[in-house]
């Protein structure tokens, strides 16, 4: 850039020295470039294409197999316990996304009134998501232990709350958001910030209040954080692996084996690495069939 | 009359609120409470809700078995690398997509997004192939390497580095810095927040992965913290105050770094989800 300014020597050495400066900067920013863009070609896009070509083929976890064009799909097709593991993901989505989601607007809308201790408040619903999921399952394993927990002590109640069909699920449901309120309800919080005290106070003038302003100012002008939220809730609801292979390893009788732990229990127990990578890419169309969908209907709402 | 009553009804809203933030935190206070007594006090009946006398017998007899050191070490190893290593790689290529010209630029920041849609879960089996093929399962590299490309960071970074005004740029480059050191000593200053804020829940998030480590460690003296404490239960069996005291061991690194770190954290997941920025 300098040289354009100085007028000094012959048209054609500078154009040269600007075609080198060119040159230098393609020459810089590959170099920063590369070591992002390597990575990401060998530990993204590179697993991403092999995913596709294992699910046409019957190879082992170790070994590329032969290739045996869409079987492993129609398998899938028919498989019940394919389609079994996706009702369950399902259940559980159901069970936590908009409870979750509904919480976090509770306890952010709570908190945020609050005017003493507010941080400290804030810390603890927001504590239990910064655990890492095995000591949320240990925490949670000797609350509902049926013969020594706390609940068990002070109810009486002698459930086998992870190894009974009818409890499994929506116990691992309510640890999952235990676990997880306190990032619903730091997105909301900060949501609720955001809303301008002016528009309040304009609309109390108009009359409204309590619910009314709940109605007609805080829900509406939320809506985006809210539509956030639920995407990446359903998002990570139907990625649920930890809890379940933690809590119960699918069991009783399967009834909270999800896709993932079947996937899992295919690839790494069974080997049959060609078939669970057939499970992965109908996971990931499910993931992205959802999420278009969600996306679709929230954006019209809104 | 009408402010007396609202005032009533703020104070029972206030005490609700504290109220139900102790619930929240009494899976937390219950497992501190159990790992400060004895085995036997763990146990007893009927139910005492404070340790009477408190002993860190428990505490004493988890560092002792050992395992849990090493589960310290391999955590803080793999996720201060994973950290370093994805802030550094983000940040570098997020300046070449904010301040340099190349071609393709937009075409690779649309393969970045497109890619998000790609959940890591659908990769595992041929990332543990690949891994596998190059020699690294139950290694720090491998639990290290699946986990450093993070195109949301550089999403973020670049958003940041956009909004540095154009004029420090010409200036810096107007003085003879080069790109290096003008990255290094004008952005990276001007942006520290955000990249601490960034590589605080990258560091939250590697600490407690349990998928990836679970997938490619296979011996237990390479496990994570997240890891190794689901052999926990198995190792202790009814021994709750024990279990409850590597648990509490397990989440005080993370629990501590939220503390300190309280408004840092916040700042990073809001960035990282569009929320601020």
Known sequence: MRDTVSNAGPMSARVTRRGRARRSAALTAALMLAPFLLAYLLFFIFPVLRAAQFSVTDSSLTETGRYIGPSNYVRLVQDPDFWSSLKNTGYFALLTVIPVTALGLLVAIAVNRLILARNFVQALFFLPYVLPVSVVTLLWQWILNSSFGIVHALTGSDVAWFNTVSTAMPTVAVVTIWWTVGFNMLLFLAGLQNIPKEVYEAASLDGAQGLGLFRFITWPLLWPVTTLLLTLQLISSLKIFAQVYILTAGGPFNSTRVVLEYMYDTAFQNLDAGYASAIAVAFFVVILLVSLLQAALLSRRA | ?277
Do not use: C
Request: aromatic share 12%.
């Open chain 2, 1 to 277: 009359m009408n402010a007396s009553r609202s005032r009533f009804l703020g104070g029972l809203g206030t005490a609700a609120t504290l109220a139900l933030s102790f619930v929240w935190a009494f899976p937390l206070l219950w497992a501190v409470s159990t790992a400060l007594r004895s085995e036997e006090q763990a146990v007893a009946q009927p139910l005492r809700w404070l340790p009477s006398p408190a002993t860190l017998s428990a505490f004493e007899g988890v560092i002792a078995q050992g395992n849990l050191t090493r589960w310290y070490l391999n955590s803080a190893v793999t996720s201060l690398a994973i950290t370093v290593i994805t802030i550094a790689l983000a940040a570098l290529s997020a300046y070449a997509f904010s301040q340099l010209q190349f071609r393709g630029k937009n075409v690779l920041l649309w393969v970045f997004l497109a890619g998000l849609m790609i959940p890591f879960e659908a990769l595992l089996i041929p990332m543990f192939r690949l891994m596998n093929d190059l020699g690294t399962v139950n290694t720090y590299a491998g639990i290290i390497l699946p986990q450093i490309v993070s195109p949301i960071a550089v999403y973020v970074f670049k958003g940041f580095f956009d909004q540095v005004p154009r004029e420090l740029h010409e200036a810096a480059v107007v003085d003879g810095a080069g790109e290096w050191r003008i990255l290094w000593r004008v952005f990276v200053p001007l942006s520290a927040n955000v990249l601490w804020a960034i590589g605080i829940i990258t560091f939250i998030a590697a600490w407690n992965n349990f998928l990836w480590p679970f997938i490619i460690t296979t011996s237990p003296d390479m496990m994570t913290i997240p890891l190794g404490l689901t052999q926990v239960q198995d190792a202790y069996g009814l021994r709750f105050a024990r279990t409850m005291a590597a648990a509490v061991l397990g989440g005080l690194p993370v629990m501590l770094a939220y503390l300190i770190f309280q408004r840092r954290v916040t700042e990073g997941f809001l960035t990282a989800t569009g929320l601020k920025g």
